[in-house]
Structures are given as structure tokens and as C-alpha cells.
């Protein structure tokens, strides 16, 4: 086992964090527990769950949705890997961000939001926290530490996403946070795109990072699952607003997703090499106008992304030059290796088409070409170069 006396590496702890062999008969993984009921031996015992749950220690396990070994051992390894206190599994990252954000937000705050988020978080803003009575405020990702203007003596939280996953602009987190920390703010992240290998937003002062670990943590593309990564402080409002919402994962889901973790150190370097190199491709190709990907040294977000940034990640944007919805179709309709699909982090890869303008409301987008969203998967580069080359062909030939 690990020594909570020495420093580890990350490719260490990804394969030895939230691992008790001699805890459960010498198994190399931890178990998956299947449990909706703990029983007490004594109503001592019993008692003593409940100080444990309303001390906010939250340590023993009472009830399913609270969570079982399974749920802890995935907790603590992602925890680890960020550097965090403790960590909170919750159904689906949608559900990780909606206990977070729900965690620091009553009636009559004041959210502060990236412009450039995932499209489902500005559904729930719009369609529930208005509704709730908070105010929201969308801000350009470009803004770094001047977010600070949009300050209000209400304003609870400020919410991040770099690079955000349409459009690829990186954001200056350290110098948000700051501000945010200044003011007694809380700065929640959703660092899904880096996973827990490439960034740690908790070491640049973020207060709660998310994963939809239903992404690169799971990588195969076969769950739902949440996760969101906490401060000593912010821990304890998350845990308490995810159980008490009803948010937890299924004991299946929790083991596959650690099952994929202890891979991923490995999976995400393979996912950026063959990222870059079909990046680069494509900035060659006549048809492609621009492409979005921090770790390319041309990218306007490369350099905050080499300060900040471990590594990258396999998913990346690429504009192309104005073509119609038929030239589009007749490239993507009839892709050998790229599939269309949503989600992504999973061992192939994807192609989608994108509208980031009908998702801005601070910056306009204003490219006129369509947009595409790839997601470099683990088949061999010059195969899926080759897939996209012919698609072209297509797309020029109608
Ligand atoms: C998929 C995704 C989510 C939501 O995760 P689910 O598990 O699908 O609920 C949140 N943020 C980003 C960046 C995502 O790509």
C-alpha cells in the first residue's frame, strides 16, 4: 500500500491510490459492493452513524446512497491524483456540477459563469437556477483576472471550464481564482477535458473540481458517472447537497470507472500524441480554416496551457471553411472509423458537428464555416488521417 508518508507520482497513484488488498482477502481490486443497507450491530453503533453524518465527517458507511467501499476507493484515488481532501461521486457529471453549484447557491445570489461552457450547464442556469432565484452572469473566457469587474456583493460562485469542450479556449484559472478567493468567493471547476492527469485545478486554487468521469476515467464509453473533488471547505456542502439530492453512482458503474482509471495515464498520452498529430494534419488540409487545440504552439490558449497544463487531452475542434450542410453530410454520413456520437474520452474515435454561436451569449461567435469536434481515439494515426482524407474527397466532390 501506499505510504501516506511519501510522494507519489500520478502514474503511481493511478494504479496503487483507493487500493486496500489486505482489507479484502489479498483481491488486487477492491470490491464491488452492492448495498442499499449497512446493518448496525448495536444501536450504539447506529448512534454513532449519525454523529458521524451530522459532524460532516461522513467516514462510516450507513446507507447506499452515502456510498459503499467501492464509491470511497474511486473518491480517494481521484482525490489523490488532485491533490484534494475528499471527493464525492455523484451519478453523472451533470449531477456532480449540479450538486456543486447548488452546494454555494440560495435565492438571490449571484453566479458568475464561463461563456464557453458545456452546453447541459447553461440549460440547468436558464432553465433552473433563474427560476431558483439566482442571478447568472455569463463572462468571456478571455477575461483572466479582470473577471473581478463582474464582482457583485452577491456573487457566490464563479464557474470555469479550460479548455471549454466546443470551442477550446483556455482560461487564466489561477489568476480567477485569486480574485475569486479575495472576495470570499468559491471557484468551481469542471476540468472534465484534462482530466485528473493533465491539470489539478485544486493546486491552482480552485475550490471544487468535476470530472464526467463518464469520459476519460470510465474510457470505454459504456457509463455514467460524476465525480467532484474538493477542498477541506468545500467538501461538506458538496457531500451534503449530492446525497441529500439524491445523487449517487451505481456500484457497477463506480467499479468499471476505477477499472479504467488505473489505465488512463497511459490511455491519454496515446489520446494527445495521435490528437497532434491529426491536429496538424488538418491545419494543412485547404478545407479547414482554423483548429482549436491548446497543446498546438500556434493555439491562442498554448501558452496559458503550458504554464498551467501536465498534458493534453484527445479531444479538440477544427473550423472549416463555409461549406453547406450537404458537403457536410456527405463527409461525416459515411466516416469508416469516426463515428458521430456525443460524449467522448471513451478508446475511439468521434466526429460531431458543432454550433457553438447558439451557445454564446457574452462573445459572440462569428466564424462563418461549420464546426467540427473531433475525438482522437486509440486506432492507428495514419488510419484515422486516412478516414478523414477521404471524407474531404467527399465533401470537394459534391
Ligand atoms: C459530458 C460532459 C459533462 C456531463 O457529464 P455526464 O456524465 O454526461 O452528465 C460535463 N462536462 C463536460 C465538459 C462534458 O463533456
Not at 491562442?300 to 498534458?311: C, L
Request: proline share 6%; charged share 20%.
Amino acid at each position: 500500500m501506499m505510504s501516506p508518508h511519501k510522494k507519489y507520482g500520478t502514474d503511481t497513484i493511478a494504479v496503487h491510490g483507493g487500493r486496500d488488498p489486505d482489507a479484502f482477502h489479498g483481491v488486487v481490486n477492491t470490491p464491488v459492493y452492492h448495498a442499499s443497507t449497512f446493518i448496525f450491530k448495536s444501536v450504539e453503533q447506529l448512534i454513532e452513524t449519525r454523529r458521524d453524518r451530522a459532524s460532516g465527517a461522513f467516514e462510516q458507511f450507513t446507507y447506499g446512497r452515502e456510498g459503499t467501499p467501492t464509491t470511497r476507493a474511486l473518491e480517494d484515488v481521484v482525490t489523490q491524483l488532485e491533490g484534494g481532501y475528499r471527493a464525492v461521486v455523484a451519478s453523472c457529471g451533470l449531477g456532480a456540477i449540479v450538486a456543486s453549484l447548488t452546494a454555494f447557491l440560495s435565492a438571490g445570489d449571484h453566479l458568475l459563469i464561463i461563456d464557453s461552457l458545456y452546453g447541459p450547464v447553461r440549460d440547468f442556469c436558464e432553465s433552473f437556477l433563474k427560476r431558483f432565484g439566482v442571478e447568472v452572469t455569463y463572462f468571456d473566457p478571455s477575461l483572466g483576472a479582470d473577471v473581478a469587474h463582474l464582482f457583485q456583493a452577491n456573487t457566490k460562485v464563479v464557474y470555469l471550464e479550460s479548455p471549454c469542450s466546443l470551442t477550446f479556449e483556455m482560461v487564466d484559472v489561477p489568476a480567477i481564482a485569486k480574485a475569486a478567493k479575495a472576495r470570499g468567493i468559491t471557484t468551481i471547476m469542471d476540468n472534465t477535458w484534462a482530466s485528473p492527469f493533465c491539470f489539478q485545478p485544486l493546486k491552482h486554487g480552485v475550490d471544487v473540481s468535476i470530472h464526467a468521469a463518464t469520459k476519460y476515467i470510465s474510457g470505454h464509453s459504456d457509463l455514467m458517472l460524476g465525480i467532484a473533488v474538493c477542498t477541506e471547505e468545500a467538501f461538506i456542502p458538496v457531500k451534503k447537497t449530492a446525497s441529500g439530492s439524491g445523487y449517487c453512482g451505481g456500484p457497477d458503474d463506480v467499479y468499471m470507472a476505477l477499472r479504467g482509471l488505473r489505465t488512463l495515464p497511459l490511455r491519454i498520452k496515446r489520446h494527445q500524441e495521435t490528437a497532434t498529430l491529426i491536429a496538424k494534419w488538418l491545419q494543412t488540409r485547404p478545407e479547414v480554416a482554423r483548429v482549436m487545440y491548446p497543446a498546438l504552439p500556434d493555439d491562442p490558449g498554448h501558452a496559458i496551457w503550458k504554464r498551467d497544463f501536465n498534458g493534453a487531452s484527445g479531444l479538440f475542434g477544427a473550423v472549416l471553411k463555409p461549406f453547406s450542410d450537404q458537403q457536410l453530410a456527405a463527409m461525416l454520413d459515411n466516416m469508416d472509423l469516426f463515428q458521430m456520437g456525443y460524449s467522448w474520452g471513451g478508446y475511439e474515435s468521434l466526429i460531431v458537428p458543432t454550433w457553438p454561436a447558439t451557445l454564446r451569449s457574452a462573445k459572440p461567435w462569428t466564424e462563418p464555416g461549420p464546426a467540427l469536434r473531433i475525438h482522437a481515439g486509440l486506432e492507428d494515426p495514419d488510419d484515422l488521417i486516412r478516414d478523414l482524407e477521404r471524407g474531404f474527397a467527399r465533401l470537394a466532390g459534391v
